[in-house]
């Protein structure tokens, strides 16, 4: 069987409770067809780049599923009918990655507000042409 990674954007009236029962939905759907979900994570509520049947933010959900192509194309057929569900992609994957995906993990290389402010302020100190 093919490994897949399916990431779905459900609408924003929905609350956490709601998304994860569709979340469940669908697991019911893959695991009736022949397949296994292997991770799921929930990326919470986010702003999306261009409103959407005038959503401005959507509750993000991403499975690895490992299934027959059958399988896809029903659960896929399913997303297309619930309203809930705002926009899916499905991709084909070679290996099932390890660990939580990018979207889980903080950035710790990014410099802190704070930290570019206090460099600002040191620099206008120096500049106050006082002797």
């Given at each position: 069987?093919?490994?897949?990674?399916?990431?779905?954007?459900?609408?924003?009236?929905?609350?956490?409770?709601?998304?994860?029962?569709?979340?469940?939905?669908?697991?019911?759907?893959?695991?009736?067809?022949?397949?296994?979900?292997?991770?799921?994570?929930?990326?919470?509520?986010?702003?999306?780049?261009?409103k959407?049947r005038?959503?401005?933010k959507?509750?993000?959900?991403?499975f690895?599923?490992?299934?027959?192509?059958?399988?896809?194309e029903?659960?896929?057929?399913?997303?297309r009918?619930?309203?809930?569900?705002?926009?899916?992609?499905?991709?084909?994957?070679?290996?099932?990655p390890?660990?939580?995906?990018?979207?889980?993990?903080?950035?710790p290389?990014?410099?802190?507000?704070?930290?570019?402010?206090?460099?600002n302020?040191?620099?206008?100190?120096?500049?106050?042409?006082?002797?």
């Amino acid at each position: 069987m093919a490994i897949y990674e399916c990431v779905f954007i459900a609408r924003q009236e929905l609350t956490a409770a709601q998304t994860e029962q569709l979340s469940k939905d669908l697991t019911k759907i893959v695991s009736a067809n022949g397949g296994e979900i292997k991770n799921q994570e929930y990326w919470g509520l986010r702003n999306l780049a261009y409103k959407i049947r005038k959503n401005r933010k959507g509750h993000y959900t991403m499975f690895h599923i490992e299934a027959p192509s059958s399988t896809i194309e029903e659960l896929e057929r399913n997303m297309r009918l619930n309203e809930d569900i705002l926009r899916y992609l499905t991709v084909k994957i070679d290996t099932l990655p390890e660990g939580p995906s990018v979207m889980m993990t903080a950035r710790p290389d990014r410099p802190r507000r704070t930290d570019r402010y206090e460099d600002n302020v040191s620099a206008k100190d120096s500049f106050s042409g006082n002797p």
